[in-house]
Nanobody, 123 residues
Framework: VQLQASGGGLVQTGGSLRLSCAAS????????VGWFRQAPGNEREFVAA???????EYADSVKGRFTISRDYAKNTVVLQMNSLKPEDTAVYYC??????????????????WGQGTQVTVSS
């Protein structure tokens, strides 16, 4: 599976961005897809995930502001990010693994990774 993340950019505090993770070669609905982010000097951290079963998990830091969903027609997973804060600035990566499992926040659980897209939130 090849993943392509897109949609990053520069936005002011309080603004919105919509990230997309497109998959080639497989039907995405059978995969759990996660979004992670990495700021300079920090470890890559969990943001959100949608399981193949349909259940969703969010990091506490983004609950109520970010929404993850599937676009079945386009075979993509979308991360809608609202009320962005400067601390959301990072490179955002999507990742995938076939099937579902409990601890989707564990980045070591994923088999496939996209190349990352930069999100910068100015104050």
């Amino acid at each position: 599976v090849q993943l392509q993340a897109s949609g990053g950019g520069l936005v002011q505090t309080g603004g919105s961005l919509r990230l997309s993770c497109a998959a080639s070669g497989r039907t995405f609905s059978s995969y759990t897809v996660g979004w992670f982010r990495q700021a300079p000097g920090n470890e890559r951290e969990f943001v959100a995930a949608i399981r193949s079963s349909g259940t969703i998990e969010y990091a506490d830091s983004v609950k109520g502001r970010f929404t993850i969903s599937r676009d079945y027609a386009k075979n993509t997973v979308v991360l809608q990010m609202n009320s962005l804060k400067p601390e959301d600035t990072a490179v955002y990566y999507c990742a995938a693994r076939l099937g579902s499992w409990p601890v989707v926040a564990n980045k070591a659980s994923y088999d496939y990774w996209g190349q990352g897209t930069q999100v910068t939130v100015s104050s």
